[in-house]
């Protein structure tokens, strides 16, 4: 068992209540914050959606989907971190975002917190920078996957101020949420957005070039190369906006040609269409 007890989660998106109902569910006392309070209810009405139909399915009881909505709760206020053993971060892939929060986090937060982000490729201890000296030791990078309740797998990054015990405490409690842990050193993108994203990249410009359909290229995939889900759909279901976040830390960071954000992937964005979330993106939602 960890020694973590009380968790704050900044952020209530796609990651963030994932995050949050993972915790939750496992016992923890979890304070989901956003400065606008409407998100972080918005937030915890989908960890509810996703319990219901858990119960629905048979999967738990409505005694503990009540149990563990009741550990969750919902606050605007930043100030309510100063009673955390843990503290994640769940916002949006943005270097200079991420290190606004992490300052602020940083004033308001315990001396011994741990801080950790759930960032999918920018360095651990570029946004170990926001902090005090004092607190580098206890940062570190904890990236969990889309749909979090689901996906059984914690990517940890440690960068070079980051102790053995925060690694231990980290470890300790992926294992008790059920989660398998891998290592990565820090560098952009980890492990796995290094496997992940030139191979999405890629198959952007075989489809901007014309080599193949949307649907023949997820087919080849899926039917070729065995994989869950095609390239293209997995990208709608990452989120568009997602995907060229990360393209563009491992472009800027790395300046490999392969890893450059396909100019498809660039107009998407711009004209709105993230993917899933919005509707459209590779494919039109919901599909037939």
């Not at 440690?158 to 405490?169: C, E, F, H, L």
């Amino acid at each position: 068992m960890s020694d973590i007890g009380r968790i704050f989660v900044a952020g209530a998106g796609l990651m963030g209540h994932g995050i949050a109902q993972v915790h939750a569910a496992m016992g923890h006392d979890v304070t989901l914050y956003e400065p606008d309070g409407a998100r972080a209810q918005a937030g915890l009405e989908r960890i509810a959606g996703n319990l219901e139909r858990s119960v629905a399915k048979g999967r738990l009881t409505a005694e503990d989907r009540a149990a563990t909505l009741a550990r969750i709760t919902t606050t605007d206020a930043i100030d309510l971190v100063a009673g955390a053993d843990l503290v994640i971060e769940a916002v949006f892939e943005d270097l200079e975002v991420k290190r606004a929060l992490w300052r602020e986090l940083d004033g308001v937060a315990g001396p011994d917190a741990i801080f950790a982000s759930n960032t999918s490729s920018i360095a651990i201890a570029a946004l170990a920078e926001a902090v005090s000296p004092a607190r580098r030791e206890r940062f570190i990078g904890m990236h969990f996957f889309s749909p979090v309740p689901v996906m059984p797998l914690i990517e940890l990054i440690r960068a070079d101020t980051t102790s053995d015990a925060t690694v231990q405490a980290i470890r300790a409690l992926a294992a008790e949420l059920g989660k398998a842990v891998i290592v990565s050193a820090d560098r952009p993108g980890f492990i796995v957005n290094r496997i992940l994203m030139p191979f999405l990249a890629d198959a952007m410009r075989i489809y901007e070039q014309g080599v193949g359909s949307a649907e023949d290229i997820d087919a080849g995939a899926r039917i070729g190369l065995n994989h869950p889900m095609g390239p293209l759909e997995l990208a709608d279901f990452i989120g568009l906006d997602v995907c060229l976040g990360i393209m563009r830390v491992l472009d800027a960071d790395l300046g490999l040609a392969h890893l450059r954000p396909p100019a498809i992937l660039e107009q998407l964005v711009a004209a709105g269409h993230l993917g899933q979330k919005t509707g459209r993106g590779f494919y039109t939602y919901p599909r037939a």
